[in-house]
């Protein structure tokens, strides 16, 4: 991907504060104290919220804002949970099961879902009506049993560049943070950014570490990074700021096979660490 | 049989149609034409359907030689094309002779140019789209712009010899805005007072750092609220986002799927044709309209391009 790389003139090259905004400014979490951002207008829909006899919440409980003149983003609550992921999750199926036809497209992340549709044939207000129907039944959503996937990992070195000095920063030894970091099972929250980035919730705290100050203009196809509390595998050669800490050989984005991608939203994800030697003939077996 | 050789790409021409939607989920955004008005009413001076795939030129375009006799239609920015040396109109179908050669130079306005060609051009659709997706070498020729000496295949001519332009009026009404109308943003009141207005009052210059993934603009830094932190979300076609630095970014066809900025503003459907020919230095302002008004410019610029009215025969 030279081109990426600055060898053409700028407009060609990726934007790379844009390309990299993402990965390093994807924020995890709400710092404590921080104020929990608002809702435009703060419309949180209140209809939304059934009458239910025990008084509890239900998983319908969402809030909507208009993002732009063709998308709707529908958010359930403002912090990363599993309840809010599998929320998320559940609408993505079932509007992907049972598709409204003025929809366009559906971004899912970790505690929303931005619907982009056809603004000839729907206002939002039309849409968020559609949308309930849909919300009431989050229940009944056909959620697949999660796929198991172990990702073989060339910690260190020449593929984890950032290991040492994210292991020194925890006053721990590159051992102790390669044993960390693969002894989580980890949730695929989200595909996004690009094709094929998947967002891993379930990083040891002891590993959460701050992006780096000053990005990567190219991060190496298949490298294992880290940026604040979450982790995730480079699917392609793309600018990043998260630290690297090893290199997978397992190629995540297969634009060539049916299922693209290797993990799913809702996957589980362990991480296995391997030797150079097994990195060089995992493609050869 | 190829029928087109690229003698010279250009500066950075890609294949694109009107892009690929749908496959959010697994972090691929639509792509498409930068300028999809332009797209749309080159295929139809040729005799395609709208979103048939064509070549889109930027700031420089390339020169490409005929196999076979075709039509041919060039649209959105002017870069002052000739036929075999004699200046070529935009905006009209043209026929073209087996061994002729188009050539193109530096845009004299806008950036970006649009050859369509009857038959479209012919390469594998990528989940449904002939769209270039340049960041992940997927879609168009190849997944990478235009090189010397590619060969490009055209789909099956039809019949039609029919001669069409664009109507002046049409062409007019359809001119690009440097004044980018928007509604709010989803992070809109994480601003202060002070900033929106700042936001309104300024003019940006378009920086040489953008391409079809966004924008990059510089001005006035935008102050954000630091309290505030973000958690990475979907983004919108024509979010402006304003990071730290308070530059903002506005998210273009090849956008990420999702961003952890928060954006101040949406730049409206009906004006995301605009942001295909902003090239660097030029300077935009914004200005703000609600969402009914943007709604209903975008009903107005179909019904328009619906009009039996945009093209003479």
Same mark, same amino acid.
Request: hydrophobic letters at 40%; charged letters at 20%.
């Given at each position: 991907?030279?081109?990426?790389?600055?060898?053409?003139?700028?407009?060609?090259?990726?934007?790379?504060?844009?390309?990299?905004s993402?990965?390093?400014?994807?924020?995890?979490?709400?710092?404590?104290?921080?104020?929990?951002?608002?809702?435009?207008?703060?419309?949180?829909?209140?209809?939304?919220?059934?009458?239910?006899?025990?008084?509890?919440?239900k998983?319908?409980?969402?809030?909507?804002?208009?993002?732009?003149d063709?998308?709707?983003?529908?958010?359930?609550?403002?912090?990363?949970?599993l309840?809010?992921?599998?929320?998320?999750?559940?609408? +993505?199926?079932?509007?992907?099961?049972?598709p409204?036809?003025?929809?366009?497209?559906?971004?899912?992340?970790?505690?929303?879902?931005?619907?982009?549709?056809d603004?000839?044939?729907?206002?939002?207000?039309? +849409?968020?009506?559609?949308?309930?129907?849909?919300?009431?039944?989050?229940?009944?959503?056909?959620?697949?049993?999660?796929?198991?996937?172990?990702?073989?990992?060339?910690?260190?070195?020449?593929?984890?560049?950032?290991?040492?000095?994210?292991?020194?920063?925890?006053?721990i030894?590159?051992?102790?943070?390669?044993?960390?970091?693969s002894?989580?099972?980890?949730?695929?929250?989200?595909?996004?950014?690009?094709p094929?980035?998947?967002?891993?919730?379930?990083l040891?705290?002891?590993?959460?570490? $701050?992006?780096?100050?000053?990005p990567?203009?190219?991060?190496?196809l298949?490298?294992?990074?880290?940026?604040?509390?979450?982790?995730?595998?480079?699917?392609?050669?793309?600018?990043?700021?998260w630290?690297?800490?090893?290199?997978?050989?397992?190629?995540?984005?297969?634009?060539?096979?049916?299922?693209?991608?290797i993990?799913?939203?809702?996957?589980?994800?362990?991480?296995? $660490?391997?030797?150079?030697?097994?990195?060089?003939?995992?493609?050869?077996? | 049989m190829?029928?087109?050789?690229?003698?010279?790409?250009?500066?950075?021409?890609?294949?694109?149609?009107?892009? @690929?939607?749908?496959?959010?989920?697994?972090?691929?955004?639509a792509?498409?034409?930068?300028?999809?008005?332009?797209?749309?009413?080159?295929?139809?001076?040729?005799?395609?359907?709208?979103?048939?795939?064509?070549l889109?030129m930027?700031?420089?375009?390339?020169?490409?030689?005929?196999?076979?006799?075709?039509?041919?239609?060039?649209?959105?920015?002017?870069?002052?094309?000739?036929?075999?040396?004699?200046?070529?109109?935009?905006?009209?179908?043209?026929?073209?002779?087996?061994?002729?050669?188009?050539?193109?130079?530096?845009?004299?306005?806008?950036?970006?140019?649009?050859?369509?060609?009857?038959?479209?051009?012919?390469?594998?659709?990528?989940?449904?789209?002939?769209?270039?997706?340049?960041?992940?070498?997927?879609?168009?020729?190849e997944?990478?712009?235009?090189?010397?000496?590619?060969?490009?295949?055209?789909?099956?001519?039809?019949?039609?010899?029919?001669?069409?332009?664009?109507?002046?009026?049409?062409?007019?009404?359809?001119?690009?805005?440097?004044?980018l109308?928007?509604?709010?943003?989803?992070?809109?009141?994480?601003?202060?007072?002070?900033?929106?207005?700042?936001?309104?009052?300024?003019?940006?210059?378009?920086?040489?750092?953008?391409?079809?993934?966004?924008? @990059?603009?510089?001005?006035?830094?935008?102050?954000?609220?630091?309290?505030?932190?973000?958690?990475?979300e979907?983004?919108?076609?024509?979010?402006?986002?304003?990071?730290?630095?308070?530059?903002?970014?506005?998210?273009?066809?090849?956008?990420?799927?999702?961003?952890?900025?928060p954006k101040?503003?949406?730049?409206?459907?009906?004006?995301?044709?605009?942001?295909?020919?902003?090239?660097p @230095?030029?300077?935009i302002?914004?200005?703000?309209?609600?969402?009914?008004?943007? @709604?209903?410019?975008?009903?107005?610029?179909?019904a328009?391009?619906?009009?039996?009215?945009?093209?003479?025969?």
């Open positions: 991907m030279g081109a990426w790389e600055g060898s053409q003139a700028a407009i060609l090259a990726p934007l790379a504060g844009v390309a990299v993402t990965p390093h400014r994807s924020g995890p979490i709400l710092r404590p104290g921080a104020q929990r951002p608002k809702c435009i207008k703060a419309q949180m829909h209140k209809g939304l919220m059934r009458k239910e006899k025990t008084g509890k919440r998983a319908s409980d969402a809030g909507f804002r208009a993002a732009s063709q998308s709707l983003l529908v958010s359930f609550g403002q912090q990363i949970t309840q809010g992921h599998q929320r998320v999750l559940k609408l +993505l199926r079932l509007l992907q099961a049972e409204v036809a003025a929809i366009r497209n559906l971004h899912p992340a970790y505690c929303s879902l931005l619907i982009k549709f603004p000839l044939k729907l206002d939002h207000d039309q +849409l968020q009506t559609a949308l309930l129907r849909y919300l009431d039944r989050l229940e009944e959503a056909p959620i697949p049993e999660p796929q198991q996937i172990e990702i073989p990992v060339c910690y260190g070195g020449e593929f984890g560049p950032d290991l040492n000095d994210l292991a020194a920063m925890h006053g030894s590159p051992a102790q943070a390669i044993e960390l970091h002894s989580s099972t980890y949730i695929v929250y989200f595909l996004g950014f690009v094929g980035f998947a967002y891993l919730g379930g040891p705290p002891a590993l959460a570490s $701050p992006r780096l100050e000053t990567r203009a190219s991060v190496p298949g490298s294992v990074g880290i940026g604040g509390n979450q982790t995730g595998v480079y699917p392609m050669a793309t600018p990043g700021g630290r690297l800490v090893g290199r997978t050989p397992m190629t995540m984005f297969r634009p060539d096979r049916p299922k693209m991608n993990l799913q939203i809702g996957d589980h994800v362990r991480f296995r $660490p391997i030797s150079k030697e097994q990195f060089a003939d995992f493609n050869l077996r | 190829s029928a087109i050789l690229v003698h010279a790409p250009g500066l950075f021409t890609t294949v694109q149609d009107l892009g @690929r939607e749908g496959f959010g989920p697994i972090g691929v955004s792509s498409g034409a930068a300028d999809p008005i332009s797209l749309r009413i080159g295929n139809r001076l040729v005799g395609n359907v709208e979103g048939a795939a064509a889109e930027t700031l420089v375009g390339g020169s490409l030689t005929f196999a076979r006799h075709g039509i041919i239609a060039l649209t959105g920015a002017d870069f002052g094309a000739s036929l075999g040396g004699v200046a070529l109109p935009m905006w009209t179908s043209i026929e073209v002779q087996a061994g002729q050669t188009l050539a193109l130079g530096p845009s004299r306005s806008g950036a970006r140019a649009y050859f369509c060609i009857q038959g479209g051009i012919a390469v594998k659709p990528f989940l449904g789209s002939a769209s270039t997706h340049v960041l992940s070498g997927l879609g168009g020729f997944g990478r712009p235009l090189r010397k000496g590619d060969l490009l295949e055209v789909g099956p001519a039809n019949s039609s010899s029919q001669k069409r332009s664009l109507s002046p009026q049409a062409l007019e009404r359809l001119q690009p805005r440097k004044v109308r928007v509604t709010a943003g989803p992070q809109s009141d994480w601003f202060a007072p002070s900033a929106w207005k700042q936001f309104f009052e300024s003019s940006f210059r378009v920086t040489e750092q953008s391409n079809r993934m966004g924008i @990059r603009l510089e001005g006035r830094g935008i102050p954000i609220n630091p309290s505030q932190e973000m958690i990475t979907g983004v919108s076609l024509g979010a402006i986002q304003v990071p730290p630095s308070g530059q903002p970014i506005i998210l273009f066809v090849e956008q990420q799927t999702t961003g952890g900025y101040i503003a949406n730049v409206i459907s009906a004006d995301v044709h605009s942001l295909g020919q902003l090239r @230095r030029d300077e302002r914004f200005e703000r309209v609600e969402m009914s008004e943007a @709604r209903s410019l975008l009903i107005q610029q179909e328009l391009l619906a009009s039996k009215e945009l093209i003479l025969e």
